[in-house]
């Protein structure tokens, strides 16, 4: 395991927290294979890089639902049993990024491909297919977004 910039004391001690803070869905992730698989590839993976923990949770996102492993993350957050990774202050975009001609809202539905990205942890991923739609029922859009499983 590389805890990357995690020191092991600050690592034992979120443990902890999420044992006692945590414990309903902590147990309740430990019944669900693939919440199990997704916990268990973010510790072996560089706990300082956050695209990493993203690549886990899409991979095992693709073998079954997540919610348990959703429901967890938002404990240990919430709780503070893990600190939120510091926003890299680098804002990859000004006004004259992208298509001008894209002034509302709505003319974003459909279908986009995305072959490279400008965030460093959510675009690392080789190729994105997005789908903006409309939902009339909840009044909000949505993204759904498929990943290449590389």
């Not at 443990?15 to 698989?37: D, G, H, I, N, R």
């Not at 996102?61 to 967890?72: I, N």
């Not at 049993?81 to 890299?88: E, I, L, S, T, V």
Request: aromatic share 8%.
């Amino acid at each position: 395991m590389s805890l990357g910039r995690v020191s092991t004391k600050g690592f034992i001690a979120g443990v902890a927290c999420m044992f006692y803070k945590c414990t309903s869905p902590m147990l309740k992730c430990f019944t669900e294979p693939v919440c199990v698989e997704t916990l268990g590839c973010i510790l072996s993976s560089d706990l300082s890089l956050p695209q990493e923990q993203l690549n886990c949770e899409v991979d095992h996102a693709q073998r079954g639902s997540v919610q348990d492993f959703t429901t967890l993350t938002e404990c240990i957050y919430k709780n503070e049993c893990r600190p939120k990774h510091a926003d890299d202050m680098k804002c990859h975009i000004d006004t004259s990024s992208g298509q001008a001609n894209l002034t509302d809202v709505s003319t974003i539905e459909g279908k986009w491909w995305v072959t490279k990205g400008v965030n460093p942890h959510y675009d690392n991923l080789p190729c994105q297919h997005n789908r903006y739609q409309f939902d009339k029922e909840n009044q909000q859009w949505v993204n759904n977004v498929t990943w290449v499983d590389t």
